[in-house]
């Protein structure tokens, strides 16, 4: 699919990238007695949870995100919603950009 204006599409996507960090090995059950030099040392990872996705819904359409477990599919809603913010990429409903809505919601009293 072609790069979208945010205009053309109600919803709107292009090069959605969102990544979390953890720490490699995963969850570990750490216990209270673990110290904050250990963790602090602990190695961390980058777990890709969506990757360079485009696309763009019109008005009236309908669609819906289908994968296996860890495709993405919860992630993608949740930058659309502005529940997380995108690490990288544009996002837009209705004309407004998810981060520059997520700033303002933020800088309110």
Do not use: Q
């Not at 599919?73 to 690490?87: A, E, F, I, N």
Request: net charge positive; glycine share 14%.
């Amino acid at each position: 699919m072609r790069s979208s204006l945010p205009g053309e599409f109600d919803v709107s996507i292009n090069g959605l990238v969102k990544t979390y960090r953890g720490r490699a090995g995963g969850s570990s059950g750490s216990t209270a007695a673990s110290s904050a030099f250990s963790r602090a040392r602990t190695p961390t990872r980058t777990n890709v949870a969506v990757d360079n996705l485009t696309l763009g819904v019109k008005r009236g359409e309908r669609f819906g995100l289908l994968g296996v477990n860890g495709a993405g599919k919860s992630s993608t809603l949740k930058v659309l919603c502005g529940d997380h913010p995108p690490t990288s990429g544009a996002v837009h409903v209705c004309g407004h950009s998810v981060v520059g809505f997520r700033v303002y919601l933020h800088s309110k009293p």
